[in-house]
């Protein structure tokens, strides 16, 4: 996919720059600067639930729910990796699929991550996730199992 947006704004296009995001970067040599983003205190859980959003998925395999995070960045996978394994204490392993590497969490792991990524989210910003994500997460009970396996396959994208 593509994603095109612009800024006037030169102080946001600097920083924009200085943490990495150049234009046309998957053509250019460049990495995101994680080290300097996550120094200037941005919120972590909404990064998160951004890459996911964009990178990321919610299944079932019989009654339970998944969640995968993907990425060719191997850097960014072990820094969301590292930060879920560090401060939320689920532990996964990285898996390598076609050079994209891969992220997976299960049943009560995977309900935890979604409802630390979606309780930063205020409610008068709903719009601030893909709906058919977060309608699946609304259907994993605490363990992480899938109350309506109906509506729950019925719900994509």
Request: charged share 25%.
């Amino acid at each position: 996919g593509q994603f095109v947006w612009s800024a006037s704004n030169s102080k946001l296009y600097c920083d924009l720059v200085d943490f990495g995001v150049v234009p046309n970067k998957s053509y250019v040599d460049s990495k995101l600067n994680f080290d300097l983003m996550f120094s200037k205190n941005l919120d972590f859980a909404s990064f998160v639930l951004g890459f996911f959003d964009s990178d990321g998925c919610i299944s079932r395999i019989e009654k339970y729910g998944y969640i995968y995070f993907n990425s060719s960045s191997e850097d960014l996978i072990y820094i969301v990796r590292n930060w879920i394994e560090d401060n939320l204490k689920i532990f996964s392993r990285v898996s390598i699929f076609n050079s994209v590497y891969r992220l997976s969490y299960a049943s009560k792991s995977a309900k935890i991550i979604l409802n630390w990524m979606y309780s930063f989210i205020d409610k008068n910003y709903s719009d601030w996730r893909i709906s058919w994500k977060y309608n699946r997460y609304k259907l994993l009970d605490s363990f992480g199992k899938v109350t309506n396996a109906k509506i729950f396959d019925e719900l994509k994208m």
